[in-house]
């Protein structure tokens, strides 16, 4: 089992080999009936950000759980505690990406509510839009590159913290036997993962 540091080191080596387009991961083709995978990706689901292949690992490597805005809620939770304490798994990164369509959707809702028709939208809105709204306070400008970008951050950290804080697993495991959440921003734009808040 990796350390989370190990594990992290891991993730940036493929990272740097992807955006080098030098991939050297083998992609492990054939079937495999046990999971050891040395960290735990909670990213988006956006079709752009594939964590396996954005970090350059093959089968196995990766426990990935995707949903939009990289949003946390109790499914999402349990499926971190399970990968962390059954696999042993001691590394768990919230992947958020530049340009995130969740964020723009919630930057959108708040300044025009009418235009979510979905309640299921809105309930990824409603996650997103604790760690989004204070930064829309008073402002009527146009939104901005650096305004989204902003969010998208503080939407991450927002998840790392709900992590950290809002399981009784996970806390355990992180002051015990060394877990650690961290946040991270994928780039659309060069392919580069910028790890931050690395507790």
């Keep these: 089992m990796l350390t989370a540091i190990q594990a992290l080191e891991r993730l940036r080596a493929g990272n740097a080999r992807f955006v080098g387009g030098a991939p050297g991961e083998p992609r492990r083709v054939r079937p495999m009936t046990d999971q050891d995978p040395f960290a735990i990706v909670l990213g988006c689901s956006d079709a752009r950000v594939p964590p396996e292949i954005v970090f350059d690992q093959g089968l196995g490597d990766l426990f990935v759980i995707r949903v939009a805005g990289s949003v946390v809620a109790p499914p999402l939770v349990g499926s971190v505690e399970f990968a962390a304490s ?72 927002s998840s790392v913290e709900h992590l950290r804080r809002g399981s009784a697993v996970l806390e355990d495991l992180i002051e015990r036997d060394g877990l650690r959440v961290v946040g991270a921003e994928y780039s659309l734009e060069t392919g580069v993962v910028e790890f931050f808040d690395e507790k």
Excluded: F, W, Y
């Excluded at 995130?100 to 839009?129: F, K």
């Excluded at 829309?136 to 950290?157: D, F, I, K």
């Design 86 to 157: 059954r696999l042993g798994t001691r590394l768990v990164v919230v992947l958020g990406h530049s340009r995130c369509g969740a964020v723009l959707a919630t930057i959108e809702a708040l300044r025009q509510p009418e235009s979510l028709p979905s309640v299921n939208l809105r309930a990824i809105v409603d996650r997103v839009r604790p760690s989004v709204e204070p930064l829309l306070a008073g402002a009527s400008a146009p939104v901005s590159a650096a305004l989204v970008e902003q969010a998208v951050r503080e939407n991450v950290r």
